[in-house]
Every structure is written in C-alpha cells, then in structure tokens.
C-alpha cells in the first residue's frame, strides 16, 4: 500500500514543533500597570472592550478570553506556545481530512460494488464475487489498521490540547483577575459614610413624615 499517512501525521505534527521558536512574534508586548492591574480594567482600555457594555455568550465580552489575550501580549513564552498550538492544531487538521475524505472514498466505493454485486443474477456468481470482495476489504482493513490507529491517536491528543488550552487560559485569566481583585477592592470607608450621611437625612425627614407612622 503506497499511502503513508501514518507517518505523514507524526512528520507534520514533529516539524511544526521543531520550526517554532520564541523569536517569531512580531507583537510588541503591553506595558503591564505598576500594581498588575490587568490593563482590561483600566479606563483607557474600557472603550475597546465590549465586555463593559454588552453581554456576550461567555459574560461581558469574554473577559477571560482578554485578560488570556492581554497575557500573551505581555510575555513572550506563553506567545510562542500559543503560535505552536495553532501551528500543529492546522497541521493536524490538514492530515485528518485527507485521512477523512481518503475513508469516505473508500466507503463510498463499497456501497456502490455491493450495488454491482447485487445485480449479478447467476447464483453461484454472484456468491464467488462477493467472496473477493471480502478478502480485499480484509486486507484493506488490515493495511490500514497502523492508520487507524494514529488518526484515533490524533483526534484523542487534539481533544487533550483543547482540555488543556481552556485550563491553561482560565487558571492564568484567574491570577491576573485575583490580581485586579486585590488592588481593587473598594474602601469600605466610603459605604461608612455614606451610612452616616443617610441617617442623617432619615432623621431630618423623619419630623415631615411622623402622621404617617
């Protein structure tokens, strides 16, 4: 058998990691706020984010989807990891379609053969094709098997790196979001007085409203 699609789909997957390197983003990285405010929150950046003004299928415009994308653009490493996973997630999906419409082509000549066999009306045959037909497919079966093999292989580790990927970018948009929470927090001084403020106001309306109390 002249295919070689088993070892055309480790060839592809092995290059594309070995031809990327760190060195090859042209992105210049976001200076990151003195305290490590993600710069998503900062008053320059909220016009550019529609998560500050409509809600999307994830929440506000996707903020873990930012604050991932805002991480790239500030360290190289995950950038370059991240041109990998791309690289070799297209790769793979090039060889599984030709491996897909490779099976397809075959299925769809079995079902047309069995067609042609059917219509054969001598008996004995009709039996003495079909048994041909069934060695070769058991043969085709068995060559292909090593194919089958690595293409399951292949869509098992290509449903792992998404797993991985929506992990790796909900656990860093979940520091850099710890990070805003901590910086950010809210001075509980300013409810204290606005408790005060609103006291007083009761009070002063109180005398206006006591014929109805």
């Known amino acids: 058998m002249k295919t070689t699609l088993s070892y055309g ?56 989807d930012k604050l ?66 069934e060695r070769a497919n058991r043969q085709f079966e068995q060559d292909l098997s090593g194919h089958n093999m690595l293409a399951s292989r292949v869509m098992n580790q290509d449903r792992s790196l998404e797993d991985q990927e929506t992990l790796m970018k909900v656990l860093i948009a979940e520091e850099m979001m710890d990070r805003y929470l901590r910086n950010n927090m809210p001075d509980i001084k300013a409810f204290s007085g606005v408790i005060r403020r609103n006291d007083s106001l009761l009070n002063a309306m109180e005398k206006y409203t006591q014929s109805v109390k």
Request: glycine fraction near 6%.
């Open 9 to 64: 789909i480790l060839l592809l997957l092995a290059a594309a990691l070995l031809s990327c390197g760190p060195g090859m983003s042209n992105r210049k990285p976001s200076p990151p706020n003195p305290d490590g405010t993600p710069l998503v929150f900062t008053e320059a950046e909220k016009e550019d984010y529609s998560m500050f003004s409509s809600v999307g299928k994830r929440g506000y415009g996707d903020l873990v």
């Open 68 to 133: 991932f994308e805002e991480a790239i653009s500030q360290d190289p490493e995950l950038a370059a990891l991240m041109r990998q996973i791309r690289r070799v997630d297209s790769l793979a999906q090039d060889s599984l379609e030709d491996y897909y419409e490779y099976m397809d082509n075959y299925r769809s000549f079995q079902v047309t053969v069995s067609g042609y066999v059917n219509e054969i009306q001598d008996t004995t045959l009709r039996k003495s094709l079909d048994n041909h037909i």
